[in-house]
């Protein structure tokens, strides 16, 4: 019987495919995740600047009513 044995060399090639597929479809998501977490932080800067914008506002409005109050005057 004539079996053929496979090659160092062919198997090396196979070998070295594999590692090239694998780390592609592995670091595919990766590269979405760095996206992500940059969009994240965005929204995140986002949401902060909208409570300190609601903050400042809140503030306004408390000043307002209390320069308001002190103008009230009574006549007897």
Do not use: C, H, I
């Not at 090659?7 to 597929?21: E, K, Q, Y």
């Not at 670091?27 to 609601?54: F, H, I, M, V, W």
């Amino acid at each position: 019987m004539n079996a053929k044995q496979p090659s160092l060399r062919g198997l090396t090639a196979w070998f070295v495919v594999l590692a090239m597929s694998r780390s592609y479809f592995e670091s595919a998501p990766t590269l979405y995740a760095g996206a992500k977490r940059q969009d994240a932080a965005e929204q995140e800067k986002d949401k902060n600047e909208e409570r300190r914008t609601r903050r400042r506002m809140k503030r306004r409005r408390e000043k307002r009513s209390a320069t308001q109050a002190d103008r009230k005057v009574e006549f007897t």
